[in-house]
């Protein structure tokens, strides 16, 4: 029965043993979600290990693949939470991206710190300064490992998170001048136009590795993948 369901859901599970799951989500699937008759990551995990109960650790934005863990308990729940919320070097829950960015940076190594609120339109919005009441620091890193010239000028970037802001990696890499292929929420008209010139619906993002401590057994976890959306095929895969 379990395979059965398992073969009819868009979710893929990477693994999975009596306290957690690690899934990889497809872009255009929601991780949660409150709408009636809309598919999720959740409804689906529900369905296949018929129990309620299913702990969301962290997101993806619907656009966006990649991998996510889940927890099967409460007390595996709170203990991978724990881990997220140590961001950096003080944390043990890790997560690593890689990105199609419209442009070329000018350095192919770079940080950003900047101030993000969301706003009223459920949009991620830079802050001038930190003056802004709901502004939080954002931090990321980001490595170009290729430029491309044709069909476009698109940089492959490695992007690694320091804090985890909602819409950080988009919001940002937009504000600096460099919004991610498929972006219709934060790109500029220059890279909508080239994403409707080149068929990417979705955002050119994948979640492409997960590290973490098992909450139980506390051996240390660690998965990866190729992103599979059409906007990085223009990419040597090697450099995945």
């Known amino acids: 029965m379990k395979g059965q369901m ?16 690690v899934v990889r989500k497809p872009p255009g699937l929601a991780t949660q979600t409150a709408k009636v008759g809309q598919q999720d990551v959740v409804s689906e995990l529900k369905n296949y290990l018929h129990q309620s109960y299913i702990g969301v650790v962290h997101r993806l934005d619907q656009p966006v693949e990649g991998l996510l863990v889940f927890a099967k ?8 939470t724990a881990q997220l919320q140590g961001q950096g070097e003080a944390g043990t829950l890790h997560k690593g991206y ?14 950003f710190v900047d101030y993000l609120y969301k706003d009223e339109g459920n949009r991620a919005v830079i ?23 044709s069909p476009a000028e698109l940089s492959l970037a490695e ?14 890499m937009a504000y600096h001048g460099y919004p991610l292929l498929g972006d219709v929420k934060y790109g500029d008209d220059r890279s909508r136009s ?15 590795s997960l590290e973490f401590v098992h909450p139980v057994t506390r051996a240390k976890m660690s998965f990866r993948i190729e992103p599979q959306g059409q906007a990085f095929s223009y990419f040597d895969h090697r450099q995945f």
Request: hydrophobic share 40%; with cysteine.
């Open 98 to 111: 890689f990105a199609v960015l419209c442009g070329k940076p000018l350095e192919n190594d770079g940080r």
């Open 194 to 208: 080239l994403s409707q010139r080149l068929g990417v619906k979705n955002v050119a993002l994948c979640a492409c």
């Open 73 to 80: 308990n409460k007390g595996a729940a709170a203990e991978l």
């Open 127 to 149: 802050a001038d300064d930190a003056s802004v009441p709901t502004a939080k620091p954002a931090l990321l890193s980001y490595c170009v490992l290729q430029v491309i010239d």
């Open 6 to 21: 398992r073969s009819r859901m868009k979710t893929e599970i990477a693994y999975e043993d009596q306290d957690i799951l």
């Open 159 to 172: 992007i690694c998170l320091e804090t985890g802001r909602f819409h950080q990696i988009r919001a940002q």
